[in-house]
């Protein structure tokens, strides 16, 4: 086909979730309800953390940045799948789409560097955690994830949107996402790709071998125990930690490492939906459903707000 009959897209038309209309008030329900108990979960956590002086520590510090993380990158891509379920389709600048191709991978390449940090700097001693962080480490630490994971974002974005998009402008995705704009670009993609690869393998990678081998060595250590209480508590905390993070890289290594195998995109809209929805909903239950640190703040929070209003 001749390059020169094509158009340069401007726009471009998402076709959502669901070609089945009868779907779509109850799918509409379900993401709507999703996202406030994710909005109002991850913002009540960063409340909590910040109101009540004994969830002033270092484990809590990075528990809120994880919350910021998982109610900014949620708040990228629920409201337009909310939005094409309400108009069955929806465009979208190629502005916006940049915007909001770049603000999730911001976001999820941040998430990945955090989720390692928080599992490197427990190695040394899961007892003494509060010790060995001083809060000039933890900011430096929180600072260079976001820096990471800047970095990899504007990397992404500038050689994803260096593509030529012409003709069709239809996605069959929920958001501006890496594998339906391949799809679409009219120009030759192996660099991108060959940049996709080297994201999966060290961004997903790397950051889940520190995570698996930094638990190892927590666990290792919690072996040496010789307090049965200790050894429970903190296989405990490791166990619903592990949790969120196969979660989270299991759902991102099967969406992009396997680029170019031959997948479907009705399978990558099932996998997205996991880790951009559910996922940043179950975190905030996964880090503090079993913390009495957390319970206990919580109730004292609630405590003091019903007596406020008592007087």
Not at 110 to 139: D, G, H, K, Q
Request: aromatic letters at 12%.
């Amino acid at each position: 086909m001749d390059n020169n009959n094509l158009t340069t897209v401007t726009e471009f038309i998402l076709m959502g979730i669901t070609d089945r209309p009868e779907w779509e008030i109850f799918l509409f329900l379900v993401f709507l309800s999703f996202y406030l108990v994710t909005v109002l979960g991850n913002l009540g956590m960063v409340i909590l953390i910040q109101v009540d002086v004994q969830l002033h520590s270092p484990m809590y510090f990075f528990l809120s940045h994880l919350s910021v993380l998982d109610a900014c990158y949620s708040s990228v891509i629920t409201p337009q799948i909310l939005a094409t379920l309400a108009t069955g389709k929806t465009v979208i600048s190629y502005g916006d789409c940049v915007a909001q191709f770049f603000l999730f991978t911001f976001c999820a390449s941040t998430e990945c560097f955090l989720l390692a940090v928080m599992a490197y700097v427990a190695i040394s001693n899961p007892l003494l955690y509060t010790v060995a962080m001083s809060p000039r480490r933890c900011w430096s630490l929180v600072v260079g994830a976001y820096v990471c994971g800047l970095s990899g974002s504007i990397q992404r974005t500038t050689c994803t949107f260096s593509l030529s998009f012409c003709g069709d402008n239809k996605i069959n995705f929920f958001f501006c996402d890496l594998p339906p704009l391949l799809k679409l670009a009219c120009s030759d993609t192996t660099n991108v790709e060959i940049i996709i690869v080297f994201f999966g393998n060290f961004v997903i990678l790397l950051n889940a071998l520190v995570i698996l081998i930094s638990y190892l060595l927590i666990i290792k250590a919690v072996l040496r125990m010789k307090s049965s209480g200790g050894r429970g508590k903190t296989f405990s905390t490791c166990v619903s930690h592990l949790t969120a993070v196969a979660l989270f890289f299991g759902t991102l290594t099967f969406m992009y490492i396997r680029s170019g195998s031959g997948k479907s995109l009705e399978e990558d809209k099932v996998v997205s939906v996991f880790y951009t929805v559910v996922i940043p909903m179950l975190n905030p239950l996964i880090y503090s459903l079993r913390n009495k640190d957390v319970k206990a703040a919580f109730r004292k929070v609630t405590s003091k707000l019903q007596v406020s209003q008592s007087v």
